[in-house]
Structure formats: C-alpha cells, structure tokens
C-alpha cells in the first residue's frame, strides 16, 4: 500500500479494505501519554481510514475531528460507527486544502497513525499540525519502521534519519513501541531558525553554478534536504559552454524528476560570493512552467524534496548559502540574517508566476468582506481589488492568518537598529480608505510615496486597464524587494523609481498636466511642495500627517497653490526616512523617569521644571466625562492646534509615582509649559462598575510651579471648548476642523482667519468650529500665543 495518488485511495476503501486494526498496545500508550484533559479535550485524527482510531480517542474522553482525504474513508467511517459520539468526519486532505474546517481553537492531541510515510511535504504538514497544539498538547506519530519492514514496502515506513527528522524541532520527544510500530510524542513545537551554511572546501579555482527556484501551483518553493542535513535548491554547476538557464532546467530533472523549458527559465539575478576563499557565480533561475512529479532520483545525495511556505523559510534550520541568497533574491526579507554576497537583479522580462493556496483565497475574501463591511471600501473597484490582490505575496514572511488580518494589524517588513519599524504593508480598512478617498476613475496615473507594492497594485487595479502607479521609495531594499514582488505577482502597470519621495516623481514620469491623485504611505511631519507642484489641478492627495504627535490621514484636494482639507482618518504609519525626516526636540526629566516632546518642532525652555515636578501638584476637574469605548483623539487634535506653541506631550517611562503624575508606563498626555511650570490632561476614573456602561472617566489637568494653575485653567477652558463644539456622543460624529495648506512664506494677511501651525514647507490654517472669542489670557513667556474659546 504504497499509493500516492486520491484516487488509489478511494479504490482502496471503496473495495472494502482496511488498515492494520489499533492494538491494545497503542489504545494503552494514547491512554498513558496523552490522557484527556481534566473536563474533555480536543483530538484531530489525520488520516483516519475507517474511524478506528477516532473512536477510540473518543472513548478516551476526546471531541475528535477525524479526517481523511479518500471520500470513500469518510462514507465507511460514519457507517462502521454510527453510534460513536463526539465524533466529526471530515472529507480533508490535509496536505493541499483549505484547512478552514479544522477547529480554530486547536486541539489537545494530534494523532498521524499510519500516514506520514505517504506525505509529500512533511516538514510543512508536521509544523502546521504543531502550530495548532493548545499549550502541554501533544502530536503523536504513530509508524512502521523502515528495519522491520520487507524492502517491497519500505514506502509506508520510516527509517533512524527520518524519524530523527521528524523529531526536530520540538522540545520534548519521547519513542515508544506498540508491538513494531514506532510511537513518537512531540511535545513543544520550537523552530529552527534558518542558518545559512556552507559545503566542504574544493579545489577549483572559481564556481559558476545555477539554482532554480520553483514553485508549485500553492505558490510554495521546491527544497531539498542533502544527505547532510542541509536544505538545498535544485542546481549545480554548469558544464562546458551550457547557458545558466539550461543548467538549471538540467539539474532540476536529474535531481528532482521535474521537467522544465530553456524557454520558462528565467535569469532573475547573479549572485557573487566566494566559497572558502574561492570566487562563485551564481544564477538565480526562476523557472515559470514545469511538469511531472517530484521524485528523489539522487537518493545518494537527497533524502527527500519538499514544498515550504515562504513565510516558514524563516525558521527550516540549516540552508545551503548560496540557496539562501537566491531565496532572498525572490523574496527579499524571507531569511534575516544572511551573509554578504554581491547581487545583481537583471531587467530580463518575464511573466508572473501564479499560485496560492486556497486558504489564501478563502482568507482574502474574509478579510475583504471585513473591510467593506466596516464601512471603508464603499465602491464596486476598491472592493474587487481587496478581493483579488494577492495580499500574501507582498508579505511573504507573514503566515496568511497575519497577512489578511481585517482588523487593525499591519504586516512589519523591515527595522532599523533600534527595532523600530520603518516600513510595513499597512492594515488593509485604512488602504482602502485612503484610495476611497482618492475618487480614481479607471486610466487615472497615481504618484505613491513610499514602496511596498500591495497598495499600489490595489490602486492599479482600481485604476485598470488602462491607469497605473509611479511609486517612490528612498530605501534600496525596499526598492528592491518591491521589484520583486511585482515581478512575481504584478499587473505590469507599476513602475517603482529609487529617489528620495519628498522630490516627487522623475520629472519624465511625470504625466502632463500633473498627476491625477497621489498618496503618501509614510507618516509627515511636513508636505513636501514637489507633492503639490505635481498633483493636477482638483486632483486629490492622501497623506498621514503629524499634528502635534498626532497622526491623521487627510484627504486634501489641490485648488491653485492651496490644498483644502476634504476628510480626516485617525491612522499610524512608520515615519519618514528621507529628506523631510525630522528628529523631535525632547527634554529627559527626572532621571529619564518623564520625557518632554517637542511636537511641532521648537523645544522650550525647560529650566526649573524637575524642581516643580518635586512640588506640590495642583489639580482642576474639567467637569467633562466620558465613558467606556469614548473616542478623544480630536481632543488631542484640538488642544495640539488650539493651544500655545509650547504644546508639548508628556511621556512616561516609569510605573506613575504618587504626587508626581498618574500618567501609565509608556503613555502619555497633552501637556504644555510655563516658566519652570508645567501642566498636562489626564482622563481619572471616577466611577467604576463590572459592566462598561457603569464607568465614567473625568477629565482633569494636573500642573506643577508657580504658575501652574493658570496653565491647568487653559487646558481646562481647552477641554470645555472642545465639549461643546467638537465632540459627539457618537463617536464617529466628533467635528473636523477646515484645514487649508498654503505655501510657506505666504504672508499672514492672505491667509484665513484660524489657528495657524507653520512647518518648514507650507503654513496649515486650522479652523475649529466656536473659535471666536478669547480663551484665559496665556501666561509668562506663552503671551504671544493667543488661545480662544468659543462661547
């Protein structure tokens, strides 16, 4: 019973046959080593034939999921037991379905009875059915093994390397015997990290080689493990006058049995390193199209070919160097870590290669579903797109659960030094928000500042067939790895440029008569002019701007030299990198326990200010309240606009100390100063309950210094004003303020009447609604700044 093909199961169950019955031995080791937990527990039998073994893990104490992709294996399962409770059948193949069906909450037990042998890809199917243990759960694989085996069915057992392979990665292990058949409990699933390694030291004196990378209709690369314990691409060295893409079609047949064309094969990239002191040449060939089946006919050299997720390449222990850096080539950002080697991508045309597993499919679609239903994807083409742009494929480090999260998670792609992220594929509600309000029509030409490629394929597909994308980034590898990706899985209508995106676009991408719409994809300090210079005339541009710390995603629209502010989005995105990066001002204080964020740019005197914090504090109720779930983000955007310009925020990195602040560890408050004073906006918990709707928070300002009082009565009348002009009780009611941007160095008399924050590259005009009398007059150094109050 060495079958490889569905359908010589099905034959198989169909003509009545079975499996070797479950012994006492086995029903006694399940009932020693994995006992139901204490109130039941869930069990997942994979491969369970005829149901035997699933009705035994029930009388253990176990709610089963038994599944078998053989239809006729599930049809005698339910006939053979039909008396059997806490039982489900479920036609699965475990290895290439959607596992959707499967409990989403995981399993106590796993149980791979008889089974493993005939898996194709078992590092990725084992670490799968790991990764949905509960925690103490166990994945037991119960097997013949290879020495007890007659050579004529060495197909359905395992031999010591094998069963050492298996066995990997986990941190408990423990083999039992049940009557000749090897029963392993893995307990603690833990991942190898990838370590690139090298092979034994030759004695040429240069390399040039080929490795293919190929992938399967799941859109999962083809690996080999060598006989020494190294995962490896198809590939070798070329022969005589052979072109690197006949050698890699070449080695691909010899080592693996697939077929491939010269004309399918594609040099993407040449890597060069050295092996041992030794030059190497490498290609890195992609190969588009294959036939056949994967077969090991090197068994001297290969143990086993598999298909692994991009996303698990991360974390499948040692791999062969030079295979790493052609897997980087394809998918910048999947291994970390790597050794140096020198790459050089070439422009060679070539198709994209399609692919996905049906998971993905299904996943997307959710994912798309939450977002329309969210209210943030309102049209017919900003939907299709969400539904068909392969998210996964721009975040291949991301296992697909993450990749098409609906909710607010983005996908972390890169970090500097410090792990702070600086580039990432942003939660999918608020892309779709951001080109919702983009108002594209089909054959619109869209500036992107700020690479990736997922957003601007969404915008491509919006924009279809006849619109495309200029996007722009200032870092190398993220350029690169854009490339990449939409060479793999792009419409070909997004050019991606290597430039500082403050500049704008090449002055030849360029449409004439400027861009139709254009959208910023990192976080602003400022907007830069070449983004306004190039934007059309009533086009629309989208940008997460920082006001005061506080970022929102403003939907401006350009009339002349001014934008007019036509929508805000509360937002987070990584900050700039390039030449409008701003480092802000900040002030340590209190041994480093408080810090003082300049915001807006210009620090203010902070002398005096530690010699207040260690005084008395003086508090002032507002007499605004708010419950549980209430929205205040435009309170911070109100006080950040409306206040002086010593506006500042207070951050604490220390648990609160008594009669200092109450502010949370790693939280902080609008706050703004005085001489050697100083006051901050706190929400104080004033009634507290079980149920959310019983609780009620207060807003009050706590201040320190001399004049401490009169700065607390300005964040006072701040939050009163804000109260009875700006805010709603439903949430997503609060008012906008009008904004308009004009360039810097407009005069002030031909700017509207408003609260004005000047940056280096324009002026913003904010216009509050109740902005027309006079707040309580600013005190010290802050009477320049005045501050109104609507009455």
Known sequence: MTYTARDQWEKHYSDGRGFRQVGERERALLAEYTPAPEGGGRALDVGCGTGELAACLASLGYTVDACDFADSAIARAREEHPDVEGVRWLHLDIERDDPAPLHEEGYDLVVMRLMYPFVQDRGRVL????????????????????????EERRGIALDEDEMAVLAAGWETVERLDADGLAVLVLRGLCHADTRAVEKRPTTAHALTGALAVVTDDAGRVLLGRSRRGVLELPGGKTRGPEGFAAAAVRELAEETGLLAEEADAHVVTMLIDDSHGIPRLTAVVRITAWTGTVADPEEDKFDRWEFFDPHALARVGDIFVPAAAALDAVWPGVIRDLPSVISYPLAAERPPVPGEPAEAVRLRRTMAQAVIDGGWARSEPVQQALRTVPRHRFAPEANLGDAYDGGDRAVITRRDETGTAISSVSAAWLQADMIEHLHLKRGAIVFEAGSGGYNA????????????????????????????????????????????????????????????????????????????????????????????????????????????ARHFTYCGFVRDQGRQARTIPVASLLDGGLTLRFEHGAAAD????????????????????????????????????????????????QAPAEGVTVIGKDRDAPAIVGDASLAYLIPVQTQ???????????????????????????????????????????????ADPGLTVHPAGTPDDLLPAGDVLDKEHCRLVFQ????????????????????????
């Open 768 to 791: 509050w609604p109740g902005r027309d009398a006079l707040l309580p007059r600013p005190v010290g150094r802050l009477e320049a700044g005045a501050v109104t109050e609507g009455v």
């Open 606 to 653: 902070t002398t005096g200010l530690e010699e207040a914090l260690r005084g008395p504090r003086h508090e002032l109720a507002t007499g605004v309240t708010m419950g549980a779930n209430s929205y205040f983000g435009s309170l911070q955007l109100y006080a950040a606009t409306t206040l002086p310009a010593a506006f500042c925020r207070l951050a604490a990195h």
């Open 127 to 150: 670490h799968g059915l790991g990764e949905r243990l509960r925690d103490g759960g166990a994945l037991v694989v119960i097997t013949p093994v290879a020495e007890t085996t007659p």
């Open 457 to 564: 394929e969404l915008i491509a597909h919006v924009t279809a067939p006849d619109g495309g994308v200029v996007t722009v980034d200032i870092d190398p590898w993220v350029v690169r790895r854009t490339r990449a990706f939409l060479t793999e899985a792009g419409s070909g209508r997004v050019t991606v440029v290597e430039a500082d995106a403050a500049l704008g676009a090449p002055a030849h991408r360029v449409p004439r008569g400027g861009f139709d719409a254009g959208v910023i994809t990192y976080s602003c300090w400022d907007i830069a002019p070449a983004w306004r210079r190039q934007l059309a005339e009533g086009g629309r541009l989208v940008l997460p701007l920082e006001i005061g710390g506080y970022s929102r995603a403003v939907t401006f629209e350009r009339r002349g030299q001014v934008l007019h």
């Open 688 to 734: 507290h309950g079980e149920r959310p709707e019983d609780k009620q928070w207060e807003w009050v300002a706590h201040a320190f210094g001399e004049q401490g009082p009169e700065l607390a009565e300005q964040l006072a009348a701040t939050v009163r004003a804000w109260d009875r002009h700006v805010r709603a009780d439903d949430n997503d009611k609060h």
